[in-house]
């Protein structure tokens, strides 16, 4: 997000030379910054881009499982300044996307649960705490005996897009924000999630790791769809996409997604990737807190 921010933040210098605009303190409308509902339909585009803060902050502030088992989540989001956004404000200034999923490993094993039909709670209910800060209710009921001694991850994927919007010819795309939250119910032991690859690894290459569009930005967040609950074992007729085989063949050039792939480290040479963890029998190679750097 930084250098898609360094490059509108560019633009906006570049606008200032020829625009002056006056605006009050603050705000009624904190999708633009700076200015009440009435200035804003006197502005030209070029005025409102200077006023805008593309991006998206998320932060969590609380996730509980009620007595009913449909978890809620309370959290805020913000532009990069720190002004609230509007979940439900006017799209034209931006659409917002919340998405959350929850996933559990069982206990004595290694691989996800996720605990969605579709990957992700869809359609729960918001409630306005106060603009930028709602409470988000899971459509999804955990089972009634659902494991409160497993590590669970709650992965929060926040979007603001601007790719249909008068301001998309300056240079504003869509801005994201991934929050990751790794908890045990019970409170018995800290949680182990299964990060033997982690997030500022694949960083080092792929500066940011964005898929899907660039939304998911997180290991942890790919891995609560791309698990063999969701996603298969491998079979003679059908590939599997968990997260281990589909990452090792598409680095190796054999996803036929993706086709040629360049890695510029040798593809035997394990400790590149596998940076974190805690050994098992199942998976001996993840612990090299000092990975060879293989792009610079």
Partial sequence: MKKQFNLWLAICLVLLLGISVSVPAKSADPAVSGATEA???????????????????????????????????????????????????????????????????????????????RSRDRGGEYTTVEVGTYVYKFVTVLPADYETDATHTLASVATQDFRDTQFAAYGLERYYDNDIYNFVPSGEGEPMPRDIVATETCNNCHDPLGEHGGRYQEVQTCTQCHNPDNLGPES????????????????????PETGTVHYPAPINDCQVCHTGGTPTADMPMVADPNPIPTCD
Avoid: C, W
Wanted: glycine letters at 8%; zero cysteines; charged letters at 25%.
């Fill in 39 to 117: 200035e804003k339909a006197g502005m030209t585009t070029e005025q409102l881009v200077v006023l805008l803060n593309p991006g998206i902050d998320f932060t969590l502030i609380d996730f509980v499982i009620p007595a009913d088992l449909q978890p809620e989540v309370t959290f805020s989001i913000s532009d990069p300044r720190g002004t609230p956004i509007d979940l439900f404000g006017d799209p034209a200034y931006g659409e917002v996307d919340i998405r959350f999923m929850l996933s559990y490993i069982p206990v004595g094993e290694e691989n996800k649960i996720n605990y969605h039909e």
């Fill in 236 to 255: 003679a007729d059908e590939l599997s996409y968990d997260f281990g085989p589909v990452v090792h063949r598409v680095h190796s050039s054999n996803e």
